[in-house]
């Protein structure tokens, strides 16, 4: 059974800094890409980060040179660095995987497991 847990959600001032994690389980860890996704009231969930099995990564345009997406394939963690936080960056963050390692996109249609979310307030 598929499961994503993310944890490390928190309230921050602006410039500030959080660390997201999410333990997946090892069948889904294994051989998935794992990506980063956010939603804020009233918008729709956008994409923040993908990782593939042996590295590769993908970002938004949004948060390119401040968040790091990085996963330790021996913890079954995938994680979340956010630097130099701003108010827009305030929502619910969700870990996902897809059924496959081909991060080709940010697009959470292809994604196919999803956490429950930690929640992420950057107040100015």
């Known amino acids: 059974q598929v499961q994503l847990v993310e944890s490390g959600g928190g309230s921050v001032q602006a410039g500030g800094s959080l660390k997201l994690s999410c333990e997946a389980s090892a069948y889904t860890y294994s051989s998935h890409c794992m990506g980063w996704f956010r939603q804020a009231p009233g918008k729709e969930r956008e994409g923040v980060a993908a990782?593939?099995?042996?590295?590769?990564?993908r970002y938004a345009d949004s948060v390119r040179g401040r968040f790091t997406i990085a996963r330790d394939n021996a913890k079954n963690t995938l994680y979340l660095q956010m630097n130099s936080l701003k108010p827009e960056d305030t929502a619910m963050y969700y870990c996902?995987?897809?059924?496959?390692?081909?991060?080709?996109?940010?697009?959470?249609?292809?994604?196919?497991?999803w956490g429950q979310g930690t929640q992420v307030t950057v107040s100015s």
């Open positions: 996902a995987a897809r059924g496959d390692d081909y991060c080709y996109t940010l697009k959470s249609f292809a994604y196919d497991y």
């Open positions: 990782i593939a099995i042996y590295g590769t990564t």
